[in-house]
């Protein structure tokens, strides 16, 4: 079946833009988490919904960084007024519920200029 | 909170050589391991983990991981390395009633003919 799929792939934007990253998770997971790797780092955590609620958010760096998933399937992360340190890559992952494996999308790599 | 230490930034081994990367974690109480492999252009790949039981834990792609507690230590290791296992690891650690992994910053392994 299909996995956790994220648009764009690549996104470059120029410093104070805003800026909206998606992910599809896998059909019927509850859970979806994004996280961001900059170069040379592991993922690190920013938001984790299950269902349509933000369960928990404490990953966020400010307050420039917002992540709905309205419906309960796909999620949007917005980036208000971008800057350069948010040039990363963003991942998306999808469980089955809290608790089992997380599936990776491929990320959408965010570069500001 | 919790953290994880990947001491070998890169690791170079000929193929068909035996492996063992590092990690090593912080966390007060049990926590929960994870080993997790990244190669170019795709997504996150969990390859095991450990929550409780047996300390020598089996995953995909021939992986082993072995968790000792008194050494704070969770090593993958691979008795034989194919070229295709060149990529990116990843070890993580999730506090007891969280699964969300805090990941260490990496391990490049690089296999030679």
């Known amino acids: 079946g299909a996995g956790v799929s994220q648009t764009p792939s690549n996104k470059v934007t120029e410093k104070g833009k805003y800026v909206e990253l998606r992910c599809d998770p896998i059909s019927g997971h509850t859970a979806l988490y994004w996280y961001r790797q900059s170069l040379g780092q592991g993922p690190e955590f920013l938001i984790y919904?299950?269902?349509?609620?933000?369960?928990?958010d404490s990953g966020l760096p400010n307050d420039r960084f917002f992540a709905v998933r309205p419906e309960g399937s796909v999620s949007t992360l917005k980036i208000q007024r971008t800057e350069r340190g948010d040039s990363a890559v963003y991942l998306c992952?999808?469980?089955?519920?809290?608790?089992?494996?997380?599936?990776f999308g491929p990320g959408t790599r965010l570069t500001v200029t | 909170a919790q953290s994880v230490t990947q001491p070998d930034i890169h690791i170079t081994v000929s193929e068909g050589a035996s492996l063992e990367l590092r990690c090593n974690y912080s966390y007060g109480a049990t926590p929960y391991l994870f080993w997790y492999v990244q190669s170019p252009g795709q997504g996150l790949q969990l390859l095991l983990k450990?929550?409780?039981?047996?300390?020598l834990v089996q995953g995909i792609k021939g992986f082993e991981a072995e968790f000792k507690r008194s050494q704070s230590s969770f090593n993958l290791r691979k008795p034989s390395v194919h070229w295709s296992d060149a990529a990116e690891y990843f070890c993580a650690v999730g506090a007891g009633g969280s699964y969300i992994p805090t990941f260490g910053r990496g391990t490049s392994l690089i296999v030679h003919p």
């Open positions: 919904f299950q269902g349509t609620g933000a369960a928990d």
């Open positions: 992952a999808s469980s089955l519920t809290r608790g089992d494996e997380q599936y």
């Open positions: 450990y929550f409780s039981g047996d300390t």
